[in-house]
């Protein structure tokens, strides 16, 4: 299935022909097809940038996924490459060319050897050939999966025990093969030129980004909320395969993330606990910007008076990565301790996650919570869950810079959250943190607020002054504006168009000092 493109009308040409005058913006499985965190982040910078015009290239399971957002007005076009369905109409060819199997060999020989300049140099050649042929048939080819199966059993034996532990079968090849023909589909994908090319995440989104430099030129920005890697080790993915073929995929994974962080041009982690990640896994410490996300001052004025009974509130999506399960257990133990106290849990079910929400109201009412904790689904209005909490609890065992921790304390409200990703950094010592996967530690602290009005009335005025210091969307918005401007990226030439984004503080702008360490 050929990628489908959405354009709006071009409402600020700048006349140039030099340059495209766009940011290609590149997402997966988040903006503008579902809501989160990431999407919201999306958002913010196009809206929030209006002197630059973007492409978005958000890549999807079928390419047929409807925007759940509304469009900004320098949102230039939505391009969707899919990674299932049907392929480009290219024909066949008859015969392997030559060029493929000299690139397919490289790319097998790098993923075996866990080489990552092979691997690198692979990427590239298997992109030119994408551009003249159809990749997808190559790649499923008789030829190339024996070529990957011959391979893999012909390995030193040291580097096919650090694959897998049992010889590899035929079976296993196809899979392999075809589960990475899918995810190097993004090689395949239409790319039009573009100033900057700024990838949201790593993997899939990163290697459209690697395409747009090495076909354009042009700078590429990677940024990571959560760390794509380890989340992939975390969701331990391809769970109908084999051992042998999850190993293979994984590495071909961790290839595809180092690859990045070699690539870029620059690299604005969310947070310096991602930063740390990055480094591990290639990046080079010079190219590393961490960049903290920042919320509205003016949409998240103080939440005012506390709910009657004592109210702990989630927000999220349902998703195991949230560790919702690890929160209702919580919720039994709190309930020993603050016998009226209320859980409400704020969020939708993603396509995919029926089955663990479904896990999570059995828990739920296996421990018979039913009185004390609801699942309340979406909510319109996201400050309205704010207003309802008496604390705001994140119970994750991944984030990046969580918005939900720097919105709750920008609303004022006193924060428990696990220890993961940049929440730390987003907290400091204006919120109570705990181990992940730990019910009664997470109890314990939630316990300790809930009975305890004089340290919530604390915590709360100390996260709200720490939010306005170091966590607005303004300061957010004009760091990367500069980034922008310093890469090249062409903004539309009239001086009607100011920053979307008001402000009446200058204290709270772009000239605040950096987030001290905690």
């Known amino acids: 299935m050929p990628p489908t493109i959405t354009s709006t009308e071009n409402r600020n040409s700048t006349g140039d022909r030099s340059r495209p005058g766009v940011i290609a913006l590149i997402t997966e499985g988040t903006y503008p097809a579902h809501q989160g965190g990431v999407s919201v982040w999306c958002d913010q910078l196009i809206r929030g940038l209006p002197e630059f015009r973007f492409d978005v290239h958000s890549i999807t399971g079928t390419g047929l996924e409807r925007s759940v957002w509304t469009a900004p007005e320098n949102l230039n076009r939505t391009i969707t490459p899919p990674l299932w369905g049907a392929t480009s109409a290219r024909p066949r060819q008859r015969r392997e060319h030559p060029d493929f199997a000299a690139a397919h060999q490289h790319f097998v020989a790098a993923l075996l050897a866990d080489d990552i300049e092979l691997f690198i140099g692979a990427l590239k050649d298997l992109r030119w050939y994408a551009e003249q042929h159809d990749l997808t048939a190559a790649l499923t080819s008789e030829a190339a999966l024996r070529r990957l199966h011959e391979a893999w059993l012909a390995a030193p034996d040291a580097t096919r025990a650090s694959v897998a532990t049992h010889a590899p079968s035929v079976a296993d090849a196809v899979h392999a093969g075809t ?27 990163s290697l459209i980004a690697m395409v747009g430099k090495w076909k354009y030129d042009a700078p590429f920005i990677l940024t990571e909320h959560g760390i794509y890697l380890r989340e992939r080790y975390m969701a331990l993915g391809y769970r109908d395969a084999t051992y042998p073929v999850r190993m293979l995929v994984l590495r071909f994974v961790r290839l595809l993330t180092s690859a990045a962080y070699i690539v870029a041009d620059l690299i604005t982690p969310g947070s310096r606990y991602n930063r740390r990640w990055q480094e591990r896994n290639g990046a ?28 702990l509130v989630w927000v999220g999506r349902i998703d195991p990565l949230k560790d919702l399960e690890t929160l209702i257990r ?25 089955a663990y929400a479904e896990r999570c ?14 699942f309340e689904g979406r909510i319109p209005d996201i400050r309205d869950a704010y207003a309802a909490a008496s604390v705001v609890v994140l119970s994750s065992t991944s984030e990046g810079f969580p918005y939900t921790v720097i919105e709750a304390m920008m609303s004022g409200r006193a924060t428990v959250s696990t220890n993961v990703g940049g929440v730390g950094e987003a907290a400091g010592d204006a919120g109570l943190i705990v181990p992940p996967r730990d019910p009664t530690a997470l109890a314990d602290a939630c316990i300790a607020l809930l009975n305890d009005h004089q340290r919530r009335y604390v915590l709360s005025q100390a996260a709200r002054a720490r939010a306005l210091k170091y966590f607005t969307l303004q300061r957010f918005l004009g760091i990367y504006r500069e980034i922008y401007l310093e890469l090249g990226a062409t903004p539309v030439p009239s001086a009607a168009l100011a920053s979307a984004v008001p402000s009446d503080d200058p204290a709270e702008l772009v000239r605040l000092e950096s987030v001290p360490a905690t």
């Open 179 to 205: 589960l990475v023909e899918h995810l190097l589909r993004a090689l395949s994908a239409d790319v039009p030129p573009a100033d900057i090319f700024h990838a949201s995440s790593n993997g899939l989104a």
């Open 284 to 311: 080079d410490p010079e190219k590393v910007r961490p960049i903290h996300n920042g919320v509205d001052h003016h949409e998240f004025p103080d939440a005012g008076p506390e709910p009657v009974a004592p109210t």
């Open 330 to 354: 919580a919720a039994a133990i709190v309930r020993q301790r603050v016998p009226n106290f209320r859980l409400r849990m704020f969020g939708g079910v993603p396509v995919g996650n029926e």
């Open 361 to 374: 109201q059995a828990l739920l009412d296996r421990l018979d919570l039913a009185e004390h904790v609801r």
